[in-house]
């Protein structure tokens, strides 16, 4: 008898099981079906009385919660996200669409917190390709006549002297701030914080004003003109300034190397008093 009673709950169980698996891929299907004709919907930027009324009818049959009519709007959307992103730019026409369909799909901006950093960044890169320098605070006070452009957490290094000859340097791309080449991270480029010829020394953040990048630290404080700038190395994790005048090298590495490598180089290049040509890129 116990064995059989064994046996049947056994049945049971697998029965149940089965059930709930199949319950949960009716509903995924309905759920993808809805998804889908959300998405369509959407697409010409419009959504008719009959496009509504039948994604309605959608959602009822399928008993389709809150919670998961809101996950298929955000699929949508983090869709035509991801297509928006594919060349890492957001230009201003696309901004426009992403925010249409943002309010075709009652997505607020709770809903969008989690790419709401990515897709920030994303427009800034559209700003600066077009030759605009943002404005930002400064989390210090910076001279009279000065303008805060960009401001992001920084590691200063330098370098670590040798007797014999240095190891080589990561692979990074070097950009001339006296010609107008495009920026492009696109590129093979190596980490600088693992290279063991550069020694981290302190903690701080870097802003870049009209006039000058500056380093403010817990024990140091760097400040480089614009007019001293020749060329810029790009890392992975950072940046080497190559600096006239004297002529000298300042390692840091940063938060978002890359916003600040174009930043930088589009502050130096709109002075052209002040830029100096050297080099070239390898």
Request: hydrophobic share 45%.
């Amino acid at each position: 008898m116990p064995l059989l009673l064994l046996v049947l709950l056994g049945v049971l169980a697998l029965g149940l099981g089965l059930g709930t698996r199949a319950v949960r891929l009716r509903r995924r299907r309905q759920r993808l079906q809805y998804q889908g004709q959300l998405e369509h919907a959407v697409a010409d930027g419009v959504l008719t009385p009959e496009e509504v009324r039948h994604l309605e009818q959608l959602r009822s049959d399928g008993a389709l919660s809150d919670a998961e009519a809101r996950m298929a709007a955000l699929a949508v959307y983090r869709r035509a996200l991801g297509a928006v992103m594919a060349d890492s730019r957001v230009t201003p026409d696309e901004d426009a669409t992403l925010l249409q369909m943002q309010q075709l799909l009652g997505l607020t901006e709770r809903d969008l917190a989690g790419d709401a950093a990515h897709l920030r960044r994303m427009r800034l890169l559209a700003q600066v390709e077009l030759g605009q320098l943002p404005d930002v605070d400064a989390p210090f006070d910076l001279p009279p006549g000065e303008t805060g452009h960009w401001t992001v957490q920084a590691t200063l290094c330098e370098r670590i002297a040798y007797m014999s000859s240095p190891p080589t340097e990561p692979q990074h791309l070097l950009f001339v701030a006296g010609e107008d080449e495009a920026f492009s991270a696109a590129g093979d480029r190596d980490t600088l914080g693992t290279c063991s010829s550069v020694m981290p020394v302190d903690l701080g953040v870097l802003v870049l004003t009209n006039r000058a990048l500056r380093f403010r630290g817990a024990k140091t404080e760097v400040v480089v003109p614009l007019t001293r700038l020749r060329r810029l190395a790009l890392f992975r994790d950072g940046l080497r300034l190559d600096l006239a005048d004297p002529v000298a090298s300042r390692y840091f590495l940063a938060a978002d190397p890359e916003l600040t490598a174009a930043v930088l180089l589009l502050a130096v290049r709109s002075d052209p008093a002040g830029v100096r040509a050297s080099g070239s890129r390898r």
